[in-house]
Nanobody, 125 residues
Framework: QVQLVESGGGLVQAGGSLRLSCLAS????????MAWFRQAPGKEREFVGT????????IYADSVKGRFTISRDNAKNTVSLQMNNLKPDDTAVYCC??????????????????WGKGTLVTVSS
């Protein structure tokens, strides 16, 4: 069955960096775009970014553009989220999600097919 397992979260000071990873299994990883979403306490889950199945195309939310980078290693079934210049507003549980196609498209979280349990990122001021 499809499994997505995130890792790499933690506590970091504002201006710092973290790298999150998501290990996927149970499906043909390179055939599907993968996305990252986040959910802060009391807020709706929001789109962070997505990467196409080949890794050649990415889309980012305006709030993270220029600070976050999504990459993938199809040989290792892993998608990563490099987060630089972190801000307190980035504090959230970050989840990876499997898309329904290989194309990178910004979708609402309800349209994603499978989710990991998430990893907590806390940015202190």
């Amino acid at each position: 069955q499809v499994q997505l397992v995130e890792s790499g979260g933690g506590l970091v000071q504002a201006g710092g960096s973290l790298r999150l990873s998501c290990l996927a299994s149970g499906f043909d990883f390179s055939s599907y775009a993968m996305a990252w979403f986040r959910q802060a306490p009391g807020k709706e889950r929001e789109f962070v970014g997505t990467i196409s199945g080949s890794g050649g195309s990415t889309i980012y939310a305006d709030s993270v553009k220029g600070r976050f980078t999504i990459s993938r290693d199809n040989a290792k079934n892993t998608v990563s989220l490099q987060m630089n210049n972190l801000k307190p507003d980035d504090t959230a549980v970050y989840c990876c999600a499997k898309d329904r196609s290989t194309i990178a498209i910004r979708r609402h979280h309800a349209a994603m097919t499978y989710w990991g349990k998430g990893t907590l990122v806390t940015v202190s001021s």
